[in-house]
Nanobody, 119 residues
Framework: VQLQASGGGLVQAGGSLRLSCAASGSIFSINTMGWYHQAPGKQRELIATITSGGGTYYVDSVKGRFTISGDYAKNTVYLQMNSLKSEDTGVYYC??????????????WGQGTLVTVSS
């Protein structure tokens, strides 16, 4: 199983970006998918999750600005980021809780995509 994140880039403060993360491989089912943010010099932080049932979670700092969505038919999760701030700069990682066809369950991580917000 592999997760491929994309969509990062350079954007001005107040702008928008849309991140994508596609899972591929021997996937039987996906439960929860999420996005993490690692600012320069800081630890990785969970910012949003979505379950296969559509339930979502957001950390307070992104509520009202970011929207997580999932297309479980395509094994893909998205993060729409609006009203970006300089503090949103960093590497964004996706992860997913996946069961394979041997009923083995584990969490997989994408490689990260860099977002730079210029002020």
């Amino acid at each position: 199983v592999q997760l491929q994140a994309s969509g990062g880039g350079l954007v001005q403060a107040g702008g928008s970006l849309r991140l994508s993360c596609a899972a591929s491989g021997s996937i039987f089912s996906i439960n929860t998918m999420g996005w993490y943010h690692q600012a320069p010099g800081k630890q990785r932080e969970l910012i949003a999750t979505i379950t296969s049932g559509g339930g979502t979670y957001y950390v307070d700092s992104v509520k009202g600005r970011f929207t997580i969505s999932g297309d479980y038919a395509k094994n893909t999760v998205y993060l729409q980021m609006n009203s970006l701030k300089s503090e949103d700069t960093g590497v964004y990682y996706c992860n997913a809780d996946i069961s394979d066809f041997q009923n083995r369950y584990r969490t997989y991580w994408g490689q990260g995509t860099l977002v730079t917000v210029s002020s």
